[in-house]
């Protein structure tokens, strides 16, 4: 194994215990950690995404967040004097009758903006009130470093 192999490996495990602590590299002047905890009986199967700057390593959005689980993932600036911003629009799948993917009940989508310069933002947008509720969970949206939570959960039958 080269030096630079050996670099990025440790590297990579020093972002993922990083994420899991709340953190991310110290040399991004800009980034945003994401937390969306899946509160329902649906999965979430990610249908697209979108970054200015870089996904930290290997946590890009998941691909897919089951019921009762919780995805997570950050993204930073890339370059000098940039920030970040980005969104991930999720489909909400019926999760039952043995069907790990079934039907498309609704799509959801978080977006945040990191600029180098200004305010912070983020949102989050839903297809059908009908089908789940969510909510922005406390934690901050200000700062070099924020950490945005989102819960979703199933609406009672």
Same mark, same amino acid.
């Given at each position: @194994?080269?030096?630079?192999?050996?670099?990025?490996?440790?590297?990579?495990?020093?972002?993922?215990?990083?994420?899991? =602590?709340?953190?991310?590299?110290?040399?991004?002047?800009?980034?945003? =950690?994401?937390?969306?905890?899946?509160?329902? +009986?649906?999965?979430? !199967? @990610?249908? *697209?995404?979108?970054?200015?700057?870089?996904?930290?390593?290997?946590?890009?959005?998941?691909?897919?967040?089951?019921?009762?689980?919780?995805?997570?993932?950050?993204?930073?600036?890339?370059?000098?004097?940039?920030?970040?911003?980005?969104?991930?629009?999720?489909?909400?799948?019926?999760?039952? *009758?043995?069907?790990?993917?079934?039907? !498309?009940?609704?799509?959801?989508?978080? +977006?945040?903006?990191?600029?180098?310069?200004?305010?912070? &933002?983020? &949102?989050?947008?839903? *297809?059908?009130?009908?089908?789940?509720?969510?909510?922005?969970?406390?934690?901050?949206? &200000?700062?070099?470093?924020?950490?945005?939570?989102?819960?979703? @959960?199933?609406?009672?039958?």
């Amino acid at each position: @194994m080269s030096a630079d192999e050996e670099t990025k490996i440790a590297r990579t495990l020093d972002d993922i215990v990083n994420l899991m =602590k709340g953190k991310t590299r110290a040399d991004s002047a800009r980034s945003v =950690k994401i937390i969306i905890e899946n509160n329902s +009986e649906y999965y979430l !199967v @990610m249908e *697209d995404k979108f970054v200015h700057g870089a996904w930290v390593e290997i946590f890009g959005p998941p691909t897919a967040i089951a019921p009762m689980d919780k995805g997570y993932w950050s993204s930073e600036s890339d370059g000098i004097g940039t920030g970040t911003s980005g969104w991930v629009k999720y489909l909400v799948r019926y999760a039952g *009758d043995g069907q790990k993917y079934g039907p !498309v009940l609704a799509s959801l989508k978080v +977006e945040w903006n990191n600029p180098l310069a200004g305010a912070n &933002s983020c &949102s989050q947008s839903l *297809d059908n009130e009908s089908a789940l509720m969510w909510t922005k969970k406390p934690g901050y949206v &200000s700062g070099n470093h924020p950490v945005l939570n989102w819960a979703v @959960m199933g609406m009672e039958t």
